[in-house]
């Protein structure tokens, strides 16, 4: 089997039909991880989970939260507001065990997103990240469920965060840190997933050459970081993903496959076999 640690399947990016047809392709080849970024993916995805055996679901607050200003759609830096509205929901979602793990959780410190929002200094925006981060760290510590982490432009503040905290189980995705630190997300266990941009990524291809094996997994990201510029991605692209990466590590593919597999079960403590 193969696996998507990292994909987006709401209606926001997928048509339903889109989704349909995605899930049909994939059921008994490819196991899905699907993450949420705010409260209207809660619903989307808890449906998904309940109507396909082959899905995990991740419930979580992005770091980056969409909102509409005069009619126009900006990105901007997450702020406590948005946590309080969320917590009780997302407390009791996990009170029912109706997800796998917590994600897309994290930290952006990328300076198009502070400019977003000008009224707010760019120290209370990451003051504002780390406490929603850490917020549902502890829930994950808590229910003790796996993280789906976002670390764009803040590698090593989220390495960190996530070592204060003691995570255990934790997926980095598409981390664009420096090597050293996915050394160090390696030694503590955690995993790193290469997404399918890694054809036309000097820093993912390093990645997926010389980071140990049993810290490796494969994501989509769909429907972003495609292979190819301009397109969109697919869960389906995770074969092609995993091919690749066997091809530069020159392993047989099958090798690769099976280790990511048991990589995978190690992540959820479930068996896939």
């Known amino acids: ?5 990292h994909c987006h399947l709401v209606n926001r990016y997928f048509s339903k039909e889109a989704i349909e047809t995605i899930l049909k392709r994939c059921v008994n080849d490819i196991h899905l991880v699907c993450v949420a970024e705010n409260e209207d993916d809660f619903d989307e995805l808890l449906q998904l989970k309940a109507q396909n055996c082959n899905i995990s679901i ?8 969409a909102e509409i200003n005069n009619d ?16 009780f929901r997302f407390a009791d979602c996990l009170h029912m065990s109706r997800c796998d793990g917590i994600g897309e959780i994290g930290l952006d410190f990328s300076p198009h997103i502070f400019q977003a929002n000008k009224n707010v200094s760019i120290e209370k925006q990451k003051e504002d990240q780390l406490l929603v981060f850490k917020k549902q760290l502890e ?3 808590k229910f003790d469920l796996f993280v789906n982490v976002h670390s764009r432009q803040a590698g090593h503040y989220a390495i960190e965060v996530l070592e204060e905290y003691e995570i255990r189980r934790c997926i980095l995705h ?23 941009n890694v054809k036309r990524s000097d820093k993912f291809q390093k990645m997926a050459r010389e980071l140990p094996l049993e810290n490796i997994l494969i994501e989509s990201d769909a429907p972003a970081l495609s292979a190819f ?3 969109r991605s697919s869960p389906l692209d995770v074969i092609d993903t995993l091919n690749f990466v066997a091809e530069l590590r020159k392993i047989d593919k099958n090798t690769l496959m099976r ?3 048991a990589n995978f079960a190690r992540l959820t403590s479930k068996s896939y076999s």
Do not use: T, V
Request: hydrophobic fraction near 40%; include cysteine; aromatic fraction near 14%.
């Open 1 to 5: 089997m193969f696996f998507d640690c």
């Open 139 to 141: 829930l994950a510590k």
């Open 72 to 87: 126009l759609q900006i990105h901007r830096s997450i702020c406590e507001k948005d946590w309080e509205k969320i917590q």
């Open 174 to 196: 598409a981390f664009d840190g420096k090597f050293k630190y996915a050394l160090r997300a390696c030694a503590n266990g955690w995993f790193l997933s290469i997404p399918g």
């Open 229 to 231: 510029p301009g397109e």
């Open 259 to 261: 280790q990511i597999e």
């Open 58 to 65: 991740c419930l979580g607050l992005h770091p980056i939260q």
